[in-house]
């Protein structure tokens, strides 16, 4: 969340930013519920003050004997309680609602994040590999998996409904050897494995971002006391929440598979086909903490390792500055990589890597020390980014890497991984 004391201070510029994420904020609610607030914070000092003084009259006046004096002192003091139960119940509704409105308000974008309406005025900073060009009739994801029996949409729907994807055979080593893949790859390149559960509770999801203004978009249990997970960010970031960090050990460098489970509301066409817009997925997630100072350097380093995995698996890709209108809700910049599909003639989000500055740090509590540079703590700066989405890495390595036979070529870096098997060809 924003520091209270930053949006009362900087409203012209917060209105901007707002206005430039297209979120409705309202101004003139927000000083009246801040007055409200701070108001019925004055009167409850004003009462409790009084009846502090006159508490302390009364046993001087019984002392004194003067008995009618201290009746009336007591009858006084009874009056300022419930003076002072109104100002609190003023403060406590005052408090609430200004605490939602900022709860509820998105990260203020960084200066060189470009204004725009949608991902269509996303701004592309570069490019990697070629799209191939194919001389033979190429096949969309689902129907290679089809074909090639290692997606089974059919039994998917029979099994949960729509929106689920089965993988047999080759298939699933496919999935689960990117998955070893990636992990090993950032554990190399100095990131720690964690092991996380997806099932979290509704502080947790509150800490990231994900509460309470998705509430509607979360997997719940019956009485709404855990929540499944939409992507490894929200347990990695909050495996601090509450902590203070020593300053020498900044950045940390977290990485973790999980299953991840959105609604994904409101997506239609091609994109309810195949392993692309699912409701159950599974992503291999990087998480950092850093120093504010070093945090947009992290952010560029984080995008690489992205991009690591891209290129060793030989996809082409393009990465881009996503817009003010595209940016996510605790994002303050955000490259999103978006990987080379034939089906679609295009190129589609395969990684989003972002620096939430001290937003995500604010609602979770996570600070650092370092007496050096400053007396008492900081917030941290935290970051995230897909290393990668691992369904839609397994559809782009289908769709790239199939042959004109109707194989698929499996990439070097992942034979090991695969048991030696270079080629996944129709099962008999």
């Known amino acids: 969340m924003l520091d209270i004391r930053f949006v009362r201070d900087n409203q012209d510029a917060v209105a901007t930013a707002m206005e430039h994420r297209h979120y409705s904020w309202d101004r003139d609610r927000f000083n009246e519920l801040d007055e409200a607030r701070r108001s019925a914070i004055h009167t409850e000092e004003a009462l409790q003050a009084e009846r502090n003084a006159q508490s302390k009259q009364i046993g001087s006046l019984m002392q004194a004997g003067k008995r009618d004096e201290a009746e009336a002192a007591k009858a006084h003091v009874r009056e300022i309680n419930d003076k002072l139960k109104v100002a609190s119940e003023d403060h406590e509704r005052a408090e609430q609602e200004l605490h939602h409105m900022m709860m509820c308000l998105p990260n203020m974008p960084r200066e060189d994040t470009p204004v725009g309406l949608d991902d269509t005025e996303n701004v592309e900073v570069r490019r990697w590999g070629i ?18 029996d290692i997606i089974d949409a059919d039994r998917a729907t029979k099994l949960s409904g729509s929106r689920f994807v089965l993988l047999g055979g080759l298939g699933a080593r496919l999935e689960r050897a990117l998955i070893n893949y990636m992990v090993d790859t950032h554990a190399d390149h100095g990131f720690k494995e964690w092991w996380c559960p997806v099932l979290v509770n509704r502080e947790t999801m509150t800490g990231t971002g994900q509460l309470p203004k998705f509430e509607d978009d979360a997997f719940k249990t019956k009485d709404e006391s855990l929540y499944l997970i939409p992507t490894a960010e929200v347990p990695l970031t909050n495996i601090h929440a509450g902590d203070v960090l020593e300053g020498d050990d900044l950045p940390l460098r977290y990485t973790g ?24 997925f599974d992503k291999v997630e990087m998480v950092k903490f850093a120093k504010p100072e070093e945090s947009y350097d992290e952010l560029e380093s984080m995008t690489e390792e992205a991009e690591f995995i891209l290129q060793s698996l030989g996809l082409p890709y393009r990465v881009v500055n996503l817009c003010t209108g ?10 999103d990589l978006e990987v080379w599909l034939p089906s679609y003639d295009n190129y589609k989000e395969i990684s989003s890597c972002s620096c939430c500055e001290d937003f995500q740090a604010r609602r979770a509590n996570i600070r650092y020390r370092d007496p050096s540079a400053f007396k008492g703590t900081r917030y941290v700066h935290t970051l995230n980014g897909s290393g990668l989405a691992v369904g839609r890495t397994m559809a782009a390595i289908m769709e790239n890497w199939q042959q004109k036979d109707g194989s698929i070529k499996i990439p070097n870096v992942l034979v090991p991984y695969m048991g030696g098997v270079e080629y996944i060809t129709a099962q008999k």
């Not at 595209?326 to 490259?335: C, E, P, V």
């Open 257 to 280: 598979y999980t299953d991840c489970f959105r609604e994904e509301a409101g997506s239609a066409g091609r994109d309810t086909r195949g392993l692309i817009r699912v409701h159950q």
């Open 131 to 148: 799209p191939r060009e194919f001389d033979f009739d190429f096949k969309a994801h689902w129907d290679l998996g089809a074909d090639l």
């Open 326 to 335: 595209d940016l996510g809700f605790s994002a303050a910049k955000t490259y």
